[in-house]
């Protein structure tokens, strides 16, 4: 059977000490108040309408544009936040995208060199949350095949989903645990994605 290579299984987490640096400028409200929302329809659209803006902000650097995280799973409750992850060359010379997207109101929030070069801005009203990689970066592909699992197996989708609600309660004082508490039923259900492997149908061979 077909398996993953080491670089799609073996998911990053940073360092306490990464983690502490990553912040660029003022952390962004939202961060601080986990609402978890049933799932809306619309969030689809809101996707929609924001790649049209970011295609035409960052035009040719697009490599790849994807709707990732809960609010890309029908029937997921989810933070009304769109995740998306965009592709472009290299994200390391940030004056070729950043002022670019400071243009149309975005914020840099995160940079994490150290996690396959990560930056992340928010949206104006921080309802979106864009996850910038470099090309080939493994992350993304994880995003995809997570996202595409929980689409077709909806046994994980509701575990998951009675995790978030349940963290979301337990961290409601402490709310910046809310997606370290995560990680243990995420790597759960990627332990079944990846033991499934390729041949289940999983995504990442395009991510276009």
Do not use: C
Not at 75 to 82: D, F, T, Y
Not at 110 to 131: K, T
Not at 149 to 171: E, G, V
């Amino acid at each position: 059977m077909a398996q993953y290579p080491k670089e799609i299984t073996e998911r990053f987490h940073g360092t306490p000490e990464q983690n502490a640096i990553a912040l660029v400028g003022e952390r962004p409200a939202r961060w601080d108040h986990i609402v978890i929302e049933d799932h809306d329809p619309s969030w689809a659209d809101r996707f929609a309408a924001v790649s049209s803006l970011l295609g035409a902000t960052l035009g040719g650097l697009i490599i790849a544009i994807e709707h990732v995280g809960s609010t890309s799973v029908p029937g997921l409750p989810a933070k009304p936040i769109i995740d998306i992850d965009l592709s472009i060359e290299d994200t390391a010379d940030e004056s070729r995208y950043v002022p670019a997207l400071e243009s149309v109101g975005y914020r840099l929030v995160l940079r994490e060199p150290w996690w396959y070069g990560h930056r992340m801005l928010v949206s104006p009203a921080e309802d979106v949350h864009l996850h910038m990689w470099p090309k080939d970066a493994p992350e993304p592909i994880r995003h995809l095949l997570f996202r595409d699992w929980l689409r077709s197996h909806p046994q994980d989708r509701d575990l998951y989903a009675a995790t978030k609600r349940r963290l979301a309660r337990d961290t409601v004082d402490q709310p910046g645990d809310y997606s370290l508490a995560k990680n243990d039923v995420i790597d759960e259900i990627y332990a079944r994605i990846f033991a499934a492997g390729p041949a289940a149908g999983g995504a990442g061979e395009d991510r276009g």
